[in-house]
């Protein structure tokens, strides 16, 4: 019985290193996505243009396609 009286006083709430880490894995998981977009935006300007073309896009969407930034010209194609 004396465990859970004791159990019961604690809080629940997460302490300021749980913040701190959070933090952390959420700037891994930036820099992550950050170097994934990057790799494939360097593939992509590395395919000929008739390939951009078989996918839709042209040469000068390539990091509008890959950040998602959906302009008028590239929904067209989708």
């Not at 019961?8 to 913040?19: E, I, K, P, V, Y």
């Not at 891994?28 to 839709?56: C, M, P, Q």
């Amino acid at each position: 019985m004396n465990t859970i009286s004791q159990t019961a006083g604690r809080s629940l709430h997460s302490s300021s290193s749980d913040g701190f880490f959070r933090k952390l894995a959420n700037g891994a998981y930036a820099l992550f996505d950050r170097l994934e977009r990057r790799s494939a935006v360097k593939t992509l300007n590395e395919l000929d243009d008739r390939a951009l073309r078989d996918i839709g896009i042209t040469r000068s969407q390539i990091e509008d396609a890959v950040y998602g930034q959906a302009k008028s010209e590239l929904t067209r194609y989708l």
